[in-house]
């Protein structure tokens, strides 16, 4: 601009207020809308095309900025967000670096200025204080102790790992029978073991129900396998065990649906119970914060090597089942030689789905009707 030497070139431009231009694009201007950059760059360009003053080089070096899109950039807009936050905390640290020998107060209390730049409330805590409706507070934080909560002191007077408790209490729905229980991870042992089995079934070799010996094998030797058990792979298990190679299969798709993922990424860890992998399971699920996990496991699992640990942090578990444990192993019904038989007994001794085990015949209907009923008062 200082090259033409025109006032009224750079009035119109940055000053005034004219269509598509610099006072446009960043959202100054009184009479006229805003402009996005490609709009600002057109009006640049025809702006610019016949203007005396301006050299071959500033021209070509217009040219080339607009090109690549960082001519005259806004500081604020979305794509500042690829720049990586330690680019932007090594900025700031130089910042109160050159600023603090002029400002004082900017050295004493650097450590305070960075842990506010670098706070961000973790999900898992959520709001530190909620409304409360209908009696209850909307916010799940455990206070470690009373006081003002600020950024350099959230760890003394947050107890993070009890307000990760209540979240996954919060993030668990109930069951679809029992309306007073949690439902399980989608990939909790149990779960998947119940899936494959009520998938398993209904499976009719030749139009006779499968027998149970053979869906056992089949659970233990194929599903356990780690493959993706399909109509295919299951019609070679089969011919390689005796039948026919005209075998006919229905009752099924062409893949099976569930699998059994977790007893698989678990299967090396002999100093783990079921009880204790499921507890890992159910952070999985529901932290994204692999810190977090990090640290339950250090805390809670001692046990397990380094890489033992390292190796559960990178798995990744998503979604819930509609049933609890409480329906799937803690509803029983006595059968005729007064064992106590559970729906997971059922399904792993018989053919019969889970639609069918809750019908009237067996009992389990009844046990759940008593069962809410119990505890109705306080589902409500």
């Known amino acids: 601009m200082k090259g033409t030497g025109s006032r009224e070139l750079y009035q119109d431009i940055f000053i005034n207020d ?141 107890d993070k790992e009890a307000s990760a408790e209540c979240f996954i209490s919060r993030m668990t729905g109930n069951c679809s029978y029992l309306f007073n229980e949690k439902v399980l991870p989608k990939n909790s042992l149990l779960y998947e073991t119940f899936e494959v089995l009520n998938e398993l079934n209904p499976l009719k070799i030749n139009g006779e129900p499968i027998s149970v010996e053979l869906k056992q094998r089949i659970y233990e030797q194929l599903f356990l396998t780690g493959k993706k058990v399909t109509k295919k792979s299951l019609t070679k298990y089969l011919i390689k065990n005796g039948y026919d190679k005209d075998i006919e299969l229905s009752g099924i798709d062409n893949e099976f649906h569930s699998n059994l993922k977790s007893h698989i990424d678990f299967e090396d860890y002999d100093n783990l119970s079921d009880e204790e992998v499921e507890r890992i399971i159910l952070r999985i699920t529901v932290f994204e914060d692999k810190q977090l996990l990090k640290d339950y496991l250090n805390r809670e699992f001692v046990k397990l090597s380094e890489d033992e640990r390292k190796q559960i942090c990178s798995l990744s ?25 559970s729906v997971m007994d059922m399904l792993w001794n018989t053919n019969l789905n889970l639609m069918q085990i809750l019908s009237k015949k067996y009992g389990y209907k009844a046990e759940i009707e008593r069962y809410n009923k119990e505890h109705e008062k306080k589902h409500l």
């Not at 600002?40 to 360009?45: D, E, G, S």
């Not at 500033?58 to 967000?81: F, V, Y």
């Not at 803690?330 to 038989?341: A, L, P």
Request: charged share 25%; proline share 4%; hydrophobic share 35%.
């Open 317 to 341: 578990y998503k979604g819930w089942g509609n049933l609890s444990e409480m329906l799937l192993n803690g509803i029983t019904v006595t059968d005729s030689n007064g064992v106590e038989v």
């Open 18 to 158: 004219v269509s598509g231009n610099y006072v446009c694009y960043v959202g100054h201007a009184k009479t006229m809308s805003s402009a996005d950059q490609k709009q600002f760059y057109t009006f640049l360009k025809n702006r610019l095309k016949n203007v005396n003053g301006i050299s071959s080089e500033d021209a070509e070096w217009i040219d080339t900025e607009i090109k690549n899109g960082t001519l005259l950039p806004k500081q604020t807009k979305r794509d500042n967000s690829v720049i990586p936050h330690q680019l932007q905390l090594r900025e700031f640290e130089l910042i109160l670096d050159n600023m603090q020998e002029m400002y004082p107060f900017l050295k004493e209390n650097r450590e305070k200025l960075l842990k506010i730049f670098n706070f961000v409330i973790p999900y898992y805590v959520g709001p530190l204080k909620g409304v409360v409706r209908k009696g209850e507070s909307t916010n799940w934080m455990v206070p470690k102790k009373d006081g003002v909560i600020h950024p350099w002191n959230f760890d003394e007077m947050v």
